[in-house]
């Protein structure tokens, strides 16, 4: 019995994102559906500056995450294909933006992955608190007027399939 819950608590630990503190994830959101999304600036791997301001007018998608985290590798495919769906489409914008992680690690994952979508290394936590305080990934989806319309986190990683439909259900 000690064994099987050993081997439990260290599978637990095991799988848990960059060592996000054990917390329900409504208690870690700083943004939450509804609200705005919060003034922030980044610079992507291509030269563009993304702020809150140049989202506007636009369904946009941010995403966070890490290269490391087990549930943003499963992810950051999934979400490259919502980008590549809607690259052409003027009014939809997305970017990711790690949490506490520099370029050559970010690059190496997307050239491995085939990944085109922007990314914004960043050195530290800086942006990603303005949005929450722990837990990886995480996927904000917002209306033309900058509003949050969808959150999500590790505890529910959509499909393409329903990031499309919820990007398409948004003005």
């Given amino acids: 019995m000690k064994k099987l819950l050993f081997t439990i608590l260290c599978t637990?630990?095991?799988?848990?994102?960059?060592?996000d503190e054990k917390e329900e994830p409504q208690?870690?959101?700083?943004?939450?559906?509804?609200?705005?999304?919060?003034?922030?600036?980044?610079?992507?791997?291509?030269?563009?500056?993304v702020t809150t301001e140049s989202l506007l007018g636009?369904?946009?998608?941010?995403?966070f995450f890490n290269t490391t985290c087990p549930d943003c590798q499963r992810e950051l495919p999934r979400i490259d294909s919502l980008f590549r769906a809607h690259q052409n489409d003027a009014l939809f914008?997305?970017?990711?933006?790690?949490?506490d992680q520099q370029e050559e690690p970010i690059q190496a994952f997307w050239e491995a992955k085939g990944?085109?979508?922007p990314y914004s290394p960043q050195p530290d936590r800086k942006v990603?608190?303005?949005?929450?305080h722990s837990i990886i990934p995480r996927i904000y989806i917002a209306s033309t007027d900058g509003v949050v319309r969808y959150i999500h986190n590790d505890q529910d990683m959509p499909y393409f399939q329903q990031l499309?439909?919820?990007?398409?259900s948004i003005d």
Avoid: W
């Avoid at 637990?12 to 060592?19: F, K, Y």
């Avoid at 636009?58 to 995403?63: F, G, I, L, M, Q």
């Avoid at 499309?164 to 398409?168: F, K, L, W």
């Fill in 128 to 132: 990603y608190e303005l949005f929450a």
């Fill in 58 to 63: 636009h369904k946009s998608v941010v995403v």
């Fill in 27 to 49: 208690e870690n959101d700083v943004i939450h559906v509804g609200q705005k999304l919060p003034a922030f600036n980044v610079i992507t791997n291509d030269g563009v500056p």
């Fill in 164 to 168: 499309n439909d919820e990007v398409e």
């Fill in 115 to 117: 990944l085109i979508m």
């Fill in 93 to 99: 914008s997305l970017v990711c933006i790690a949490r």
């Fill in 12 to 19: 637990g630990l095991l799988t848990a994102c960059i060592n």
